[in-house]
Every structure is written in C-alpha cells, then in structure tokens.
RNA sequence: CGGGACGUAGCGCAGUCUGGUAGCGCACUUGCCUUGGGAGCAAGGGGUCGCCGGUUCAAGUCCGGCCGUCCCGACCA
C-alpha cells in the first residue's frame, strides 16, 4: 500500500501550454513524467510503474516465445557501426562523440551491430541455433523533430530482440512468432491495433510489419480492407494496376501544343482544358543519388516516395527544386511533361490506363493533349509508384481498403544475411560447410506504447489505464481525514487489498474530497473505493468503476472481496 | 533543415505597440473555516522579465546577435 501523503504524483489542474496531444498533455498532468529537455524526460514514481508494468507483460511474453534476455550497453564503439557500413549510412540521428583519447563511440539507437558481434564470437555450429535474444534499454535517437511526450523522445526505452537461425525456414518461424508475441503483448494492453505490411527502411531486410494502435492522433496513415486481413502503412500499400475506366482511342498523328497561360497545377489544367484530372499526366523529377527520375503518373493519383526510392534503389531522393526543373526542362514546374524529357522516365500503372491524356510541354505556358503513352514517350517500365488511396481496391480480394490513423508501437523485420554478411557471422552447418546466419529483429516503443494506451483510453476527466498497465488498480479514497474512525477503515481496507495482492493507492492527503476524487481520475486509476462519512456510518462503502462511472454501494465488510473481484474480472479482459 | 509561433514566479497568463517603481489567477507557507467533485476569509514567501551586447537620464518594453521551446513538413519504436 503506497501513501498518496508520501508519494510524488504532483499532478496539475492547469494544461501544460507546450502539450498538444492527449497522452502528452495527460501524462504531465498526472505527474508521472516531466520534460528535461526537448525528446528527454524523468519519469517520476507512478510513470515508472506503468513503464515497468509494460516492461513486464513483454518479457513474460517474450520469454513465453522462447528469447531471453540480456543487457548490451548504450555506448557503442564506433568500428562496430564502420564494420556494418551504418556509420556514415545511418545519419545524423546517430548521437556522436568521442572519449579523452579521442576514441569514436555512439549512443546506441538500435543494436543489430552489439548483438551480431557478440553472437557471432560465441555462435559457431547448427547446434546452437535457432536463438533469439533481446533486451530493454534506453535508446537514443537524435530525432530531427521530437514530439507529443513520449511518442518521439530522443531517449526512450525499447525492447529490441534480435534472433538467429540456419536458414530462411527458420527464420520464418521465428518471425511468425514473434509476430504472436507481439499480438499477445498488445492484447494484454487493452489495445486496438493492427499489424500491418510496411516499408523495411532504413534497418533493412526482405519483409516487415508495424504493430499499429489504431488513433486519430497517430503519425502513420495506414489503411485496411473492409473484405479480408490485408493491411498496410500507405507507404507500403501496393496499389495494382487499374482497368481503363475511360475509354477513348488514340487520337491520330502526334501529340498538339496548347496554350494554358498560367496554368500549373492538375486542377487549374483540368479546369481550363476541360480534361478530367485522371486523364492528365502528371509529371514530377526528383534528383536521386542514382541520378535524376522523372515520375508519370494519373493526374488524380499523388506520388509514393518510398515506392520510387525502392525501385529506383536509392539512398535518398528528393523533389527537385524550381532551379533544377527549369535546368532539366527548360520550363519553370508545372509544365513538366514526359515528351523529349531527357531523363529516364518512370510511369506509375495509372499512365498505363491513360489511352490518350493531356501534359506539360516542357514549355512556359504550354501543355501538350492527345499524348499517347508509348507512342509519344517511352517509360523505362511501369510500376507501382502512387500513393494508396481510401476507397482503392483491396489488392488481395475485391474489397474496398479504408484508411485510419495508427501510433506504430512494434516493429519486426526480417533482416535476412544483411547484418550476418556485413559483420560475418556464420555457423557450421551439418555437412560442416560456413553459412551466413539469417537474422530478425523486433522493436517495441515501451513509453510509446504507454502513450498509445493514454490515446485510445482517456476522457474529459483523464487517463482510463487498463489495468494491465495502470499505476495501481485501486484508489482508497477516505472523504474526510478529520474523522479518525473513517480514516482507520480506509487505511485497513487498503492495507487487506495489498495483502491480497493488489496494487493499492491509499489517498490519505488532508484534501477536500474534490481535489482527491479529480486526481484517482486524472491518474486513471481504474477502481475507486470511497469512504464517505455518511456510507460509512450506516456501514457502507463505494466501489466506482474508472471506465463505466459505475458505483456500487457496498457493506465494509464485504469491500475487499467485491473489490479483489472486481479487479480479477478486469485483469481478465487484459488476458488474450 | 525549411515554414510558423513563443520565452515574464512551480503552472497558466497580462504588461511590450506608445520606455518611467513587475502584475493577475492557480499552486506554496501560516491561521481560521470547510469536508461527496479542483471551496471561503486573512496574512505571507517566491522574479538576474531566456542569455549577451547596443540605444537611452531610464529597457520586460526599442535595436542586433545567440540560446531554448512548441506546432506543420521530410525520418522512426
């Protein structure tokens, strides 16, 4: 039983002005972190304890799916990183410095390097395969732009597992493994969330899914079909090609020059030709380190950066500047069109269902119409390169895919050979032949994961933990500290309730019963038992339930069993 | 890094335009009062006005530079 007199959980009736989203702005009033700097927290006594609560229900679950767990270190030398080429490839979120003699280290953001080092001096046979290891740590990532709290802190706590087979069969087991584990860890939450298909970037590997609590506030736009399982990050939504849903033959000859004096973007174009925008191509150039692209796409599509980056297989892309535009085309944007470009040409399907569209002349204040694609301009191929869209069709059955809004909590991969090569780590097969070890790995954001459950489980009134993860389960809360009687009961009560083996807060503070009952709420505590000095002379107490507003009336006597219930029955819906 | 905003007591803000003794609410301390949804009365404590420099008799206020913070974009657990 914690004294609430005792313990610091100073929450705040004002809104911190600096704290937009809900989880940020709550996790402040109730006390349980406070900002250091920007990205960096303290996390005070009740945040902790909803942080190691999350802590726990991983490692349960992640020992059920036969890891364990060990503890690498956050300063990382930095030949480890050379060694793998992500020295100079990962960028400027890797924190940096050196010690007194000048020796280069990092502040470990991810740990592929650390534990393909150590399993590679201590793994050298099929025998000692598969393994699967991981840990919790801090993490630090030097985030251009840290936000809400503690969705994107630069120093954050993660679990990240790391495994190990002989080959790529196993590594698909382990993977859909892991991929249960998660499912049961995010159950055990109380979470709404999707895996969904997504993007590797830039930790590499074949294939990967992002666990996705589904919020309105979250940073990723994901959608789902409303007929089957597929789900996807926008990023990674395939979209296939599309039937000719207009139909026209070509128009004889070759492609005409108007003039659309000022006209630049799709909708301006549409309007002033009165060509509809799916029959407009648009045309974007990127500079990429691969050279310079330019994409062709339906006029009503919007592009898909990643999926050009991967079938370009670049570092990095981006759209080209005004001065870069006019160099390639002679013409200011917005008059880009894919006729005489002399860049390579990359068309998205949606170009593929154009029979005769509309362009830019590569010419101020001109657009070309009747351009035939194929005819007129020769993509180097056809792809997939725009960006899903709500409505699209699925792109495994007929259905429809819907979007949302999802906080990406988890994150597993199959890494393949990449890190095994680079850092050569290999193993004796049966035969005794040198094999590559093909690797995993898995990422859970843990106060992400917190703020996710602030987000899909708060009220006006604050947080609604689920239990799994609440500070404590119950709040006793005795009304008035004057009546010696009262306080006594209460004190018992709570003391019975810890015995049994319930986490108890014990609102012992000389308050007035206001400030007490908006503080359990604010905290979100999920259970309340009242002690009111009106109940408690007819032999009563209150049990109110966070999440429904539900009080019960209840004899003293009976109190701690109802509640040791109430809570079973709550632990019970955290179960998968 | 590009765009926008902000920095005055622990928190929320006013004062800055138009230079002239630094204010309000909450919180905090003490006393009284009150005890079922952030009460009331009274008396207090708490500030290098983000930092450095400049203009001026005089700077929170005007000017210059720097730092920090938040929001929108590209990156990620």
Redesign the pocket.
């Known amino acids: 039983m914690i004294r609430y007199s005792r313990y610091l959980m100073p ?11 809900a989880s ?1 702005r709550l996790m402040l ?1 109730a006390g349980l972190i406070r ?1 250091v ?4 927290y303290s996390y005070l006594p009740a945040g902790l304890r909803v942080l190691r609560k999350v802590e726990a229900i991983i490692r349960e679950e992640m020992d059920r799916a036969g890891a364990q767990e060990v503890l690498m270190p956050a300063v990382i030398p930095a030949e480890l990183w050379k060694e793998s080429g992500r020295w100079d490839a990962y ?1 400027k ?1 890797l924190l940096r410095f050196r010690d007194r003699a000048g020796r280069e280290f990092c502040l470990g ?2 740990h592929e390097e650390v534990i393909t080092d150590l399993v590679r001096g201590e793994v050298h046979s099929y025998r000692q395969l598969p393994l699967n290891l991981y840990q919790i740590q801090d ?1 630090f ?1 030097d ?12 120093e ?3 679990k ?1 597992a790391y495994s190990f087979d002989a080959d790529e069969e196993g590594a698909a087991g382990t993977y859909r493994k892991m991929y249960e584990a998660y499912s049961r860890i995010f159950r055990r939450m109380g979470l709404d969330f999707r895996a969904v298909e ?2 590797t ?3 590499g590997g074949s294939s990967s899914h ?2 996705m609590v589904i919020a309105d506030s979250g ?2 736009a994901i959608v789902s079909c409303g007929g089957c399982e597929y789900s996807a990050n926008v ?1 990674k939504a395939e979209c296939p090609p599309e039937d000719r849903d207009i139909p026209s033959s070509p128009a004889p000859g070759s492609p005409r020059k108007v003039s659309t004096p000022g006209k630049r973007t799709i909708d301006e174009v549409s309007a002033f030709l009165n060509i509809a925008p799916g029959l407009l191509i648009k045309t974007l150039l990127f500079e990429t380190d691969k050279g310079d692209v330019a994409v062709v796409l339906s006029g009503k599509h919007e592009v898909n ?2 999926k050009v ?1 991967n079938y370009v297989g670049a570092e990095w892309l ?1 759209l080209a500047g005004e001065d870069r535009v006019r160099e390639i085309t002679g013409a200011p944007s917005g008059y880009t069109g894919p006729v005489g470009l002399p860049v390579r040409v990359l068309a998205d399907h949606s170009v593929g269902a154009i029979v005769s569209g509309a362009t830019g002349a590569n010419e101020q204040d001109a657009h070309l119409v009747d351009v035939v694609p194929g005819r007129d301009f020769q993509p180097e191929a056809y792809a997939d390169v725009r960006l899903v869209e709500e409505g699209d069709r699925c792109p495994r059955c007929t259905g429809n895919l819907r979007s949302s809004r999802g906080i ?4 597993v ?1 199959r890494l393949g050979t990449k890190y095994s090569r680079s850092l050569s780590a290999t193993y004796l097969d049966a035969g005794g032949k040198e094999q590559l070890i093909v690797m995993g790995c898995y ?7 917190a703020a996710a459950a602030i987000e899909q489980h708060h009220d006006q ?2 947080i609604r933990w689920p239990i799994s993860i609440a500070p404590f389960e119950v709040c006793v809360l005795p ?5 010696a009687g009262l306080v006594e009961e209460a004190k018992r009560v709570a003391g019975e309730l810890s015995v049994r083996g319930i986490e108890a807060l014990f609102d012992d503070r ?6 007490k ?6 905290v979100g505590i999920p259970l ?1 038992v ?7 002379g007819a032999g ?3 049990i ?1 339930d966070r999440t429904t ?1 539900e ?1 019960d009336r209840v004899g003293i006597s009976a109190v701690v069993d109802r509640v040791c219930a109430a809570v079973e029955e709550k632990r019970k819906e955290c179960t998968p």
């Open positions: 929450t705040t009736k004002e809104t911190p002005s600096d704290a937009e989203v940020h009033r900002k700097a920007s990205g960096i960028g979120e953001p991810t993490k990532r985030e251009i732009r840290p936000r809400f709290g503690l969705m994107r802190g630069r954050f706590f993660m990240d997504a993007d970037g830039a930790i992002e666990f940073e990723d990023e950066e990643t980056k981006k990406e909590v988890g994150h991969f990422g859970i954001g843990v106060g992400r994961t009134d604050g009304v008035n500290m004057k009546n000389d308050e007035r019963p206001g400030i009952f908006k503080d359990a709420d604010l309340r009242t002690f009111g000095e009106k109940n408690y009563y107490a209150e109110r507003g009080t």
